[in-house]
């Protein structure tokens, strides 16, 4: 059965540099690569748009944005400057993936998969992958609306029950990531919207439901786009890499049997900040209970004192410490 397509983003190292074959008058010869070699189980893209679309963060901003003019807490003014937010704007982007598509037909498609998951869940960039299909909406890069709908992809009693059938349904086409990373991500097909917190008074986004998803304030998540390797080689017991057989998937689908692209989640998995913490003593701001640093979200999203939304400073709503 044929697959759509992998992930992760930034392919072709190694690629450009060991296996980019010259031509005649220092011309390139593009590798003959397909969307079947980079495939990767999770979510895969759907050009029926059978699932309910995405929404801009556009219309987040609406609620989540341009309240609070005192501080610079706002979720949606937090996300807008991020490298999340300009992920599918970033001129230096746009470069890499005309590079990698240059270097392997369809190479690019991997980086999109990360960079603007929007296209990619929609099904535009499974033949043209350079981004010249992107629609407006696909240009706001990694969105709210993306991460908020993202399944855990290790069943939990404390997981929304609605995942339960949304893993069942992957399980069925063997599409459950068995590691994280390489932009394996589950996404609800419904408009689910998942967070962290378990005492939302009022759900504002009725009649979509919103889920309390433990799995929002994990580093794993993170893993998500922040631990790529390139499936079109193969680890070699002598640790060198070998070039796998085109149109075919990685054989073990296993990230550590891939050539690492980058391991920034790993690192971190690896290091103190995972195994003990690191006192820090608040030098990434907000207001940390102990100051002992040890998630992503620890540095990356530190807790604040403020309101998520416009209604925020009124009953039933309140502030918040985090």
């Known amino acids: 059965m044929k697959h759509w397509a992998l992930a992760g983003s930034g392919l072709v190292i190694g690629l450009v540099t060991t296996y980019v074959l010259a031509a005649p008058g220092g011309g390139q010869t593009q590798l003959p690569g397909t969307v079947e070699d980079f495939f990767n189980p999770g979510t895969q893209p759907d050009p029926t748009l059978s699932f309910d679309p995405f929404f801009t963060s556009q219309n987040c901003r609406i609620c989540h944005g341009g309240f609070d003019s005192e501080t610079p807490y706002e979720p949606y003014d937090a996300w807008v400057g991020s490298m999340m937010g300009q992920s599918a704007r970033d001129p230096i ?19 999109i998969r990360c960079h603007a998951p929007n296209a990619w869940l929609s099904g535009r960039a499974l033949e043209v992958t350079d981004g010249s299909t992107f629609t407006q909406e ?32 992957l399980a069925v086409d063997g599409l459950i990531p068995q590691h994280p990373g390489n932009a394996g991500y589950i996404v609800d097909p419904m408009d689910s919207r998942r967070g962290p917190f378990d005492d939302i008074p ?39 890499f070998e070039l796998n057989a085109w149109d075919a998937g990685h054989p073990t689908q296993d990230p550590n049997d891939m050539m690492p692209e980058q391991r920034t989640y790993s690192e ?49 709503f309140f502030l918040r410490e985090d």
Request: charged share 15%; aromatic share 8%.
């Open 93 to 111: 982007w746009h470069a890499a993936l005309a590079i990698a598509n240059q270097d392997v037909d369809k190479g690019g498609e991997s980086c």
């Open 138 to 169: 696909d240009y706001d890069g990694v969105t709210c609306h993306v991460c908020h709908r993202f399944v855990d992809r290790e069943a939990s009693p404390e997981n929304p029950a609605e995942d339960t059938p949304i893993l069942a349904a």
């Open 202 to 240: 009022q759900n504002m986004h009725a009649p979509a439901p919103i889920l309390v998803s433990p799995h929002h304030r994990e580093a794993q998540l993170c893993a998500t786009c922040h631990d790529v390797s390139n499936p079109v080689f193969t680890r070699l017991p002598d640790g060198t």
């Open 268 to 316: 971190w998995l690896n290091s103190t900040f995972a195994n003990e913490g690191v006192q820090l003593n608040g030098r990434f701001g907000g207001n940390h209970p102990t100051g002992v640093m040890k998630s992503c979200q620890d540095c990356h999203m530190p807790d604040r004192y403020a309101g998520a939304c416009f209604a925020s400073p009124f009953p039933p």
